[in-house]
């Protein structure tokens, strides 16, 4: 649904944008029966705790009335993205990385082992843990600077505007890339280059895998804390191995790898 949304924009039965207008509808039905169910239930006076109790009552912070379902509904089908598609990319192409630099394996391993011995046994990781992987996290970053898990976006002009000599009219498409804009090297020099330690305060907008100011990404917390735990469970138990080590990534809003990523994986426990 997601590439297809970013095709040639026919709205015609066929065409791939057609199935993708269809597809939302229909996930956007869904998550709007769930939140009339939460919102019966809220008014009956359940205590709700889950994510989409909260964004039902976010806008209001006094409780007494809803945000629209039109709103909630867009902001979960950016949470299901950003839970799901966009971490596996990111991490499919981190392991690659990783592999390919084994001291990055190694500083990561460490980080993680590092963290794990100070639990007690049974013992999950809690927030403390999650600022501690300052390494695990710039390497991501760095990942997800050279190849993001989703290439750009749509917004519409505002007002009228030029650019690099261009001007745009009040109520046009523009596309921003993220991948031109997270390789301009004047933010980060010799850009094709693969370096983690190269993270410290990049200026601002200049590294948007997640976007920017009011829309930036509902789910950035969400997919940072799903792909360090990842990543701390994968380098603690396994070593793996890259079977494709020269797979081309297919270039679409969100990259593919050709053949699927192969791997093999060496439990470190068995």
């Given at each position: 649904m997601t590439v297809r949304l970013h095709s040639m924009p026919i709205y015609f039965p066929g065409t791939v944008f057609y199935h993708a207008k269809k597809s939302a509808e229909a996930m956007r039905k869904l998550v709007q029966q769930l939140i009339r169910e939460k919102k019966d239930a809220m008014s009956s006076g359940i205590q709700m705790h889950g994510i989409l109790s909260h964004m039902i009552l976010s806008n209001h912070p006094s409780a007494s009335r809803f945000a629209s379902d039109t709103k909630i509904s867009t902001l979960s089908t950016g949470i299901?993205?950003?839970?799901?598609?966009?971490?596996?990319?990111?991490?499919?192409?981190?392991?690659?990385?990783?592999?390919?630099?084994?001291?990055?394996?190694?500083?990561?391993?460490?980080?993680?082992?590092?963290?794990?011995?100070?639990?007690?046994?049974?013992?999950?990781?809690?927030?403390?843990?999650?600022?501690?992987?300052?390494?695990?996290?710039h390497t991501l970053l760095e990942v997800m600077r050279i190849?993001?898990?989703?290439?750009?976006?749509?917004?519409?002009?505002?007002?009228?505007?030029?650019?690099?000599?261009?001007?745009?009219?009040?109520?046009?498409?523009?596309?921003?890339?993220?991948?031109?804009?997270?390789?301009?090297?004047?933010?980060?020099?010799?850009?094709?280059k693969f370096d983690p330690t190269r993270f410290k305060s990049p200026p601002p907008y200049s590294f948007v895998p997640f976007g920017g100011g009011l829309r930036v990404c509902p789910g950035k917390e969400y997919a940072r804390l799903l792909m360090l735990i990842f990543l701390h469970n994968l380098v603690k138990n396994f070593k793996w191995e890259v079977l494709a080590p020269n797979e081309n990534m297919i270039g679409t809003v969100i990259p593919t790898p050709a053949q699927g990523f192969p791997i093999l994986l060496q439990n470190l426990s068995a």
């Open positions: 299901v993205v950003s839970g799901f598609t966009t971490p596996a990319t990111a991490l499919a192409i981190v392991m690659k990385y990783i592999v390919e630099t084994p001291k990055i394996y190694e500083k990561i391993r460490a980080e993680q082992l590092e963290i794990s011995k100070s639990k007690k046994s049974g013992e999950t990781l809690n927030w403390e843990d999650f600022q501690k992987m300052k390494y695990t996290w190849i993001p898990p989703f290439q750009g976006a749509f917004r519409e002009a505002l007002s009228d505007f030029t650019y690099e000599g261009y001007t745009i009219p009040k109520g046009w498409k523009v596309y921003w890339t993220i991948t031109t804009t997270n390789k301009n090297p004047e933010c980060f020099p010799e850009p094709e």
